[in-house]
């Protein structure tokens, strides 16, 4: 029991540590530039490994992290050539670098515990097994106080330099004009994506890391107006795809890694789909209401330009409506319908006249 | 009679080029403090970048930049910048007034939250461009005047001496322009310096009093009844305006 209570927290630790700095990136549109980092911080990692012969040495997370300030160093170099765009400069670099990884593993490495599995998908299953034990007593799995640590170096940089966060990100020249060195905090935040992905790849391995960075900044991003805000729910959607994710990979014996990747990908959707105001129902929703208005609003604009004249028995009478307004029969069946039951117009017969309501919306729609 | 006073912004002697392709060449340019100043030129001509240059957004190639005769790095606080509105991302996530109050970030220095009365600083500067109703606005539902008027109040919490606008017209319906022109010449009589990246000859008369007509080079400098006329406009412009000697 007390394992499986180890991998939650795990998870959940790893997931929010990483949905923090992941509202930034997303925000800068950076995205990509997390999975450039988790990839060719392998090399990092390699050459720490010869040295310290363990995947679990703050060394090794020290070098990974250089590596992956490394990484966007370069992106920007090419990009700065103008000769190439930042997506190509992006797509160029960190392979590069992961097969410089991935030549070392498979020349020095190969009787050592460092498999390629480990690092594309991690295993977080075997993570409790790690164990971090100081003078004989021993403190809990090691990839919980690493990504413990990481999750309040996060928390305390975002809340430190909140303000200049949020200039940069919104105005990065007016940041420049009043004195506040975008670079500085550009590589700071890109430091601690780096140091964040290094320590999540532990536990969920390279590719999946993306999705947990990515993955809840962008669905908070859906529901809310506000940066604090975003912040928190960021970390909250983070936490239940872990805990979610990690249920149902229990339940069905599949990757712990694998299935709470794809629960980030379900909560983006279902928040996508189905979040009030903005999601894609509500704005179709809204559509198909706008539609049916602006039909009631030109019928009762129709029935007020002709009421009281000698025509408008012709003009108003039901069967008739829809060679006047040259709309199909059966759509104008349906406006009239909307019509009756919002009680604009009323029916006497074969003819419509307008309810007082129905001439005030024809009013007003005519003074704006 | 006051003492002298130095030039609000002198820049000399100032090329900005990218690859070797002057973008600005050689420019002398001294801006008298107190006046409202357009600089105007067609597309390309440099205008956007000669304020950037000023700003320090830019790399010089040559030449530099005095802001009451010391460098801008030393000054920042008492410069404001209003960028082009499509500068930004509309859609980020926050409100009007959070947006203003990012004029007293400056002020603020590195950490400080903005306090109480940053807050209302932020809250008069609102009330002067007519947004006060807007403050908790979302800023992705404001139409482009709005976002115009964010923008300059954002510049006016700054309560700078020299503000520096690229094209605060832009795409902003009749009633905003008029709103903003009041503003602008409102800090000329409180004795500011406004420098103005401008595109509409037609209203430059009735807006400006001081014009710097720019392509690449400097075509002229000066007060808008010695400096805006029909031969400099034709330097600056080549063939292109005709449509001014109905005027």
Not at chain 1, 146 to 157: A, D, E
Not at chain 2, 33 to 50: E, M, R, S, Y
Not at chain 2, 122 to 141: C, D, P, T, W
Request: aromatic share 8%; net charge neutral.
């Amino acid at each position: 029991m007390q394992v499986h209570i180890e991998i939650l927290f795990i998870a959940i630790v790893t997931s929010s540590a990483c949905a923090i700095p992941g509202v930034f990136l997303v925000l800068r549109r950076m995205t990509l530039m997390s999975d450039a980092i988790s990839h060719a911080i392998l090399p990092g990692i390699v050459i720490a490994f010869f040295f310290t012969h363990t995947l679990s040495s703050p060394l090794l997370i020290i070098a990974a992290a250089g590596t992956g300030v490394l990484t966007v160093v370069l992106v920007e170099l090419l990009q700065k050539t103008e000769l190439i765009k930042e997506d190509a400069a992006i797509g160029l670099t960190f392979p590069a670098l992961f097969s410089v990884g991935v030549i070392l593993i498979s020349r020095y490495t190969r009787n050592v515990h460092l498999d390629m599995d480990a690092v594309l998908l991690g295993e977080l299953a075997y993570a409790p097994l790690n164990r971090l034990t100081v003078l004989g007593i021993d403190l809990g799995p090691s990839a919980l106080i690493v990504m413990g640590v990481i999750l309040i170096l996060n928390l305390v940089f975002i809340s430190l330099f909140y303000k200049e966060l949020k200039l940069i990100t919104f105005d990065i020249g007016l940041a420049a004009t009043l004195g506040f060195t975008p670079a500085l905090i550009h590589y700071g935040l890109m430091t601690l994506v780096s140091i964040t992905t290094v320590g999540a790849f532990d536990a969920v391995g390279s590719i999946l890391v993306v999705a947990l960075i990515a993955g809840p900044a962008a669905t908070a991003y859906l529901m809310t107006d506000n940066l604090t805000r975003m912040l928190v729910l960021s970390a909250i959607i983070g936490s239940i795809n872990a805990v979610v994710g990690y249920l149902l990979a229990y339940q069905f014996d599949v990757s712990i890694a694998g299935t709470i990747a794809s629960v980030t990908f379900l909560a983006f959707v279902s928040v996508f789909l189905l979040v009030p105001k903005r999601g894609l129902l509500s704005i179709s929703r809204r559509h198909l209401r706008q539609k049916w208005e602006f039909a009631q609003t030109m019928l009762v604009i129709h029935l007020l330009n002709h009421e009281g004249l000698p025509e408008a028995v012709n003009e108003s009478e039901i069967a008739h409506l829809h060679e006047h307004l040259q709309w199909e029969p059966s759509f104008a069946s349906k406006v009239v319908r909307y019509a009756l039951n919002n009680r604009c117009v009323s029916q006497d017969d074969t003819q419509l006249t307008l309810t007082d309501r129905g001439r005030t919306i024809a009013e007003q729609a005519l003074v704006q | 009679m006051q003492p002298p006073q130095t030039n609000a912004i002198s820049v000399m002697d100032l090329t900005v080029a990218y690859h070797e392709t002057p973008v600005l060449w050689d420019i002398d340019l001294d801006v008298p403090p107190g006046v409202l100043l357009a600089i105007v030129g067609p597309n390309g001509a440099g205008k956007t970048t000669l304020i950037k240059a000023i700003l320090g957004l830019v790399r010089t190639a040559s030449g530099k930049v005095l802001i009451h005769d010391k460098p801008y790095e030393v000054q920042r606080k008492i410069v404001g910048y209003v960028p082009q509105r499509g500068s930004v991302d509309w859609d980020f996530p926050t409100n009007v007034l959070d947006v203003v109050m990012m004029g007293r970030y400056g002020a603020l220095g590195w950490i400080r939250r903005p306090s109480k009365d940053d807050r209302e600083l932020a809250m008069n500067a609102l009330e002067k461009v007519g947004m006060e109703k807007y403050r908790h606005r979302q800023i992705s539902h404001l139409s482009g005047g709005q976002q115009q008027r964010v923008f300059l109040a954002r510049a006016l919490v700054q309560d700078s001496n020299i503000y520096l606008m690229d094209e605060p017209f832009q795409g902003v319906d009749a009633t905003t322009e008029r709103a903003i022109v009041a503003i602008l010449q409102e800090l000329r009589e409180n004795g500011k310096t406004v420098v103005v990246v401008h595109h509409d000859l037609q209203t430059v008369t009735d807006y400006f009093d001081w014009v710097t007509l720019l392509n690449i080079r400097r075509i002229a400098s000066g007060p808008v009844q010695d400096t805006f006329t029909s031969e400099n406009l034709r330097e600056a412009y080549g063939g292109r305006i005709a449509f001014m000697k109905n005027r």
